[in-house]
């Protein structure tokens, strides 16, 4: 099955880069690039359909289209249409080899199912115009994507020796708890940056100057709504904004302080201590992307790399979980 898991590590790594050409895409505001779906104007690419790009220019010169944004749009869908075929060729070959295979084909139909969901979640993003609940499931599901291969891949590599591990019942439910948080965080960070709210504070750690600003929770946190818009249609007020960005922020902290207590619960276990210093440092990458991000105006490289580490921090909780169970 040497063949099965060379795809399941392309697919692992391709994934990694499709979950940040996404947030690339959108950072870089092309989410609307090519305003149909899965073509750009009906075309295979923004080459063949330069004459209707330059139609909607002449009308908006302005607005979401451009041939650079039409071209960031398609390569994340190409990319991302690039690991669904990936996807099913792993979901076959699991099939045809099941009892060689070290966890059977389930894993690799629930991959299968999730990235035809995700087909649907990109095709959503472009037909709702951005509604943020539809971009925020959207990461998420990249996300989820990227976290079932890395289980898949560590299952099938089956190179770990349970030996040079100590009995970690333990740390079980310290390390589900942990995974549960980040995707808390990463879901609020996705909220942030669907609704436009990350420069809503411009200072830090205090925000408008203040610990705790104006902030109107309720309409911050409605799901059904449309991008900038309240339910009722009206402008979401900066007081909204500044909620989701509070919130976020203020997560951060108990993220750090968990996953810091988590740490030095695996330094103290043998066999883990290296897992543990992965994780403090991921941690620390993060907290200071983030800080990074608010004092320096948001600029795209820094948004970006903030994006993939998130990404890498989840594997890493991944990464733990599947230890501490396999053990």
């Known amino acids: 099955m040497a063949t099965y898991r060379?795809?399941?590590l392309a697919a692992l790594i391709l994934a990694f880069g499709v979950v940040n050409l996404g947030a690339y895409v959108r950072l870089s505001d092309a989410g609307l690039?090519?305003?149909d779906w899965p073509g750009c104007y009906g075309k295979l690419t923004p080459h063949h359909a330069v004459d209707a790009i330059n139609a909607e220019l002449a009308v908006r010169p302005d607005g979401p289209v451009s041939h650079a944004k039409a071209w960031k749009e398609m390569a994340h869908r190409y990319f991302a249409g690039t690991l669904g075929l990936?996807?099913?060729?792993?979901a076959v070959l699991a099939w045809r080899g099941r009892r060689e295979t070290n966890g059977g084909p389930a894993l690799p139909a629930a991959l299968l199912a999730l990235i035809v969901f995700q087909a649907l979640l990109g095709m959503w993003t472009v037909t709702l115009l951005l509604k943020p609940l539809i971009v925020s499931a959207h990461l998420l599901g990249g996300m989820a994507t990227l976290s079932l291969l890395v289980w898949l891949w560590l299952r099938e590599r089956g190179r770990f020796s349970h030996a040079y591990f100590a009995r970690v019942d333990h740390l079980r439910r310290s390390a589900a708890f942990g995974l549960a948080l980040v995707v808390m965080?990463?879901?609020?960070?996705?909220w942030v940056s669907t609704n436009y709210a990350a420069l809503a504070c411009t200072d830090y750690p205090l925000c408008q100057g203040m610990w705790m600003p104006p902030m109107d929770f309720e309409h911050a946190f409605t799901l059904h709504r449309e991008l900038g818009e309240t339910a009722s249609g009206e402008l979401l007020p900066l007081t909204?904004?500044?909620a989701i960005h509070w919130t976020h922020r203020t997560m951060a902290l108990i993220v750090v302080a968990y996953l810091g207590w988590l740490v030095l619960r695996l330094l103290r276990t043998p066999g883990y201590a290296g897992m543990g210093v992965a994780v403090a440092g991921l941690l620390a990458l993060q907290v200071a992307l983030g800080i990074a991000n608010v004092l320096l105006g948001l600029p795209l490289a820094i948004a970006v790399s903030h994006n993939a580490g998130a990404a890498l921090l989840l594997a890493s909780l991944v990464a733990l979980n599947y230890r501490v169970r396999r053990r």
Do not use: R, S
Request: with cysteine; glycine share 16%.
């Open 240 to 242: 909204a904004l500044t």
């Open 6 to 8: 060379n795809f399941i």
């Open 33 to 35: 690039g090519c305003p």
């Open 185 to 190: 965080q990463i879901a609020l960070g996705g």
């Open 86 to 90: 990936l996807v099913l060729a792993i």
